[in-house]
């Protein structure tokens, strides 16, 4: 398919994980703002969902089905990304995994898989499209990490661990790309009401032995020092202002939105 100029988009943007949750919300958030957004993720059929939405804003838009665990996947899409639009100005690694696992039961396959997507896959990714927006002289990069990262979660290490390594890689990679004008940062957002957040706390639950759900969940809920938990569509505004709005002297930065629950 010949590449479409850009000069028929504002940005061209590639949002991994964006099947459900927040990737689909930031995803949505970007072809609202005149973005041709890629959307990918391992679930073609809630990806099918998150394309119609986006082309009910009238925006440009390419489904890219696949799992990022995979060697090339990552590089892959951003591959596509290029062919269809020329280029590529925006970046969101949203896609992620955690499984509740207490650290002296861990498993090499549950360590492997996490590590595998939230690092690796992650890694890859950024270099792709750092690669490009290296020879555009201009990009953003904004990578999901969490408040886990600088937590001990005994329950949840190979999440908080794989974190630990976005941050990372966030700082590494913005100062790789700081000589070409490309931004790289982070954004840590608090409890959401996803899939994922939902079914990490009812396994969390169990590990710990509570029964009654709610009120786990409630007082999980208490730890933050805002009173509540994040609206879904809140912390994807966040996301789009690091992508389209944040100023060009802002990188390798840590965007904390958790509510003051990580107070660092």
């Known amino acids: 398919m010949p590449a479409e ?26 072809a609202r703002r005149g973005c041709a957004v890629a959307v990918t993720d391992i679930n073609g059929e809630g990806l099918a969902e998150t394309v119609r939405l986006i082309s009910e804003t009238g925006a440009r838009t390419e489904s890219i089905v696949g799992d ?21 100005d925006i970046l969101v690694n949203n896609a992620g995994y955690g499984v509740i696992e207490p650290f002296l039961d861990a498993t090499f396959r549950a360590w492997t898989r996490t590590l595998a997507l939230n690092v690796t896959a ?25 408040p886990g990262s600088r937590m001990a979660l005994p329950d949840y290490t190979a999440y908080t661990a794989s974190k630990a390594g976005v941050d990372s890689i966030t700082r590494a990679a913005a100062v790789a790309l700081a ?20 079914s990490t706390e009812v396994d969390l639950a169990r590990a710990n032995g509570r029964n009654d759900l709610q009120a786990f ?29 944040a100023p060009d002297y802002m ?12 107070k660092d």
């Open 5 to 30: 100029n850009q000069t028929d988009a504002l940005r061209r943007a590639l949002v991994t994980g964006a099947a459900g949750g927040l990737g689909r919300e930031v995803a949505i958030q970007l």
């Open 68 to 88: 990022f665990t995979l060697e090339g996947a990552p590089e892959a899409a951003v591959t596509k990304v290029v062919e269809r639009w020329g280029g590529i």
């Open 179 to 198: 000589p070409y004008g490309v931004l790289v940062n982070s954004l840590a957002p608090g409890m959401m009401d996803t899939e994922m957040q939902r």
């Open 122 to 146: 992650l890694a890859m990714a950024c270099k792709a499209a750092g690669r490009i927006m290296r020879d555009q002289r201009s990009g953003r990069i904004v990578n999901i990490t969490s």
């Open 217 to 245: 969940l409630d007082e999980r809920t208490r730890r933050i020092p805002l009173g509540r938990r994040a609206e879904i569509a809140e912390v994807a505004e966040a996301v789009v202002w690091l992508c389209l709005d």
């Open 251 to 262: 990188t390798a930065e840590r965007l904390n939105m958790s509510g003051g629950l990580d």
